[in-house]
């Protein structure tokens, strides 16, 4: 768990601890009804191989979680597909339950097939979870794959339509969100959602 055994992140499901990291990136994951096996395939890539770690000699966004050998911890979580009506949050968006589950499987297994599996951890889905974050910083990206027929995968070009998103924050914090709806929300409403997360 890090270099001094410290955990950063961690999940509970009705107060047992069922999961935990030290070092490295947590991943929330928002399964869409639009996503495909090609989203999932660029956001893994995107999620390995992004430099938000410092190097050996302090100089940062220079190392990816796969050169500094982190971990990383996913959470599937549904609520990052809400648009609000109102004061209502609405998951209409979301990929019901059934197919998410599949296709939250097969993002772990694609994770444990380029990296290391050992490092690869997750909670439980579908269950009610306490997810503990440790995000240093703090740092929070967003990324986005491309739309389609887009001529670049720069996360820094992709308009607001693209098929999958994520945010990115370094214990450090992935915030990973699909979405394949093009809204005028706010930033600080496309970033909410309703969960029992605590900052520490």
Not at 146 to 152: I, R, S
Request: net charge negative.
């Amino acid at each position: 768990m890090g270099q001094h055994g410290e955990i950063y992140d961690a999940l509970s499901v009705g107060g047992e601890q069922i999961s935990a990291i030290g070092r490295g990136i947590c991943v929330l994951l928002g399964i869409s009804l639009e996503d495909t096996q090609k989203e999932l395939e660029h956001m893994v890539r995107k999620i390995l191989n992004l430099r938000v770690f410092e190097d050996e000699g302090g100089r940062h966004w220079a190392k990816s979680v796969m050169d500094k050998q982190y971990e990383v911890l996913c959470v599937s979580q549904f609520t990052l597909q809400c648009v609000l009506k109102g004061n209502k949050p609405d998951f209409h968006l979301a990929m019901p339950s059934e197919q998410a589950e599949g296709f939250y499987n097969s993002f772990l297994e694609q994770l444990r097939k380029a990296y290391r599996p050992e490092l690869i951890k997750d909670g439980k889905f579908g269950a009610y979870m306490q997810v503990h974050i440790q995000n240093d910083g703090p740092v929070t990206i967003e990324l986005e794959s491309p739309a389609p027929g887009a001529a670049t995968s720069d996360p820094k070009q992709v308009r607001p339509e693209s098929e999958m998103g994520c945010l990115l924050a370094a214990s450090n914090f992935l915030w990973l969100q699909s979405r394949s709806w093009s809204s005028s929300q706010s930033e600080v409403e496309k970033m909410l959602y309703c969960s029992d997360l605590e900052f520490t």
